[in-house]
């Protein structure tokens, strides 16, 4: 039975971190998503406006990865590998900020800082689990085998 209420628990972390990381993809079609998340005045620089819907765009893709990890067990240890990468890569840019420009993004690296650990834990868990299904199938379970004529 824990084995069900965890999987319960990660189906859900995983759809919960997904949709959370893909909000900033509102951005692509409400210029209010824009303002509300980075502070962007009423006429914005194109190139900033094009840059920030595209990372828009990107993190819609990375939060769909993650709530298709939640249904997918298979696909887990890429999509939680790819989005800790992503995710590590942002920290690392945010703190190579003076520390006057990171603070406004302080709750977004926060939230990525959880996230990492989240899916670093899922994804041991999924490798593991993995790892007990092979090693199971090598102790002696009877496995059947193709007919030969």
Same mark, same amino acid.
């Not at 079609?29 to 819907?53: I, N, T």
């Not at 996230?115 to 009877?142: C, D, K, N, W």
């Given at each position: 039975?824990?084995?069900?209420?965890?999987?319960?628990?990660?189906?859900?972390?995983?759809?919960?971190?997904?949709? /959370?990381?893909?909000? +900033?993809?509102?951005?692509?079609?409400?210029?209010?998503?824009?303002?509300? $998340?980075?502070?962007? $005045?009423?006429? +914005?620089?194109?190139?900033?406006?094009?840059?920030?819907?595209?990372?828009?765009?990107?993190?819609?893709?990375?939060?769909?990865?993650?709530?298709?990890?939640?249904?997918? =067990?298979?696909?887990?240890? =890429?999509?939680?590998?790819?989005?800790? /990468?992503?995710?590590?890569?942002?920290?690392?840019?945010?703190?190579?900020? =003076?520390?006057?420009?990171? *603070?406004?993004?302080?709750?977004?690296?926060?939230?990525?800082?959880?996230?990492?650990?989240?899916?670093?834990?899922?994804?041991? *868990?999924?490798?593991?689990? $993995? *790892?007990?299904?092979?090693?199971?199938?090598?102790?002696?379970?009877?496995?059947?085998?193709?007919?030969?004529?």
């Amino acid at each position: 039975m824990r084995s069900r209420k965890a999987e319960v628990a990660v189906r859900a972390a995983l759809a919960v971190l997904g949709v /959370i990381t893909a909000t +900033p993809a509102l951005a692509v079609g409400w210029q209010g998503a824009l303002e509300f $998340g980075y502070g962007l $005045g009423d006429e +914005p620089d194109p190139m900033v406006l094009a840059l920030l819907q595209h990372r828009g765009v990107l993190q819609g893709a990375l939060g769909s990865a993650l709530i298709w990890a939640a249904y997918r =067990p298979a696909v887990r240890v =890429p999509v939680a590998v790819t989005a800790i /990468i992503t995710k590590s890569s942002f920290i690392a840019l945010m703190f190579s900020l =003076p520390d006057s420009s990171w *603070r406004d993004a302080a709750s977004g690296v926060l939230f990525d800082v959880v996230t990492i650990a989240l899916l670093a834990f899922i994804a041991v *868990r999924q490798v593991r689990a $993995g *790892r007990t299904v092979v090693a199971a199938g090598e102790s002696g379970r009877h496995r059947p085998h193709a007919h030969r004529d």
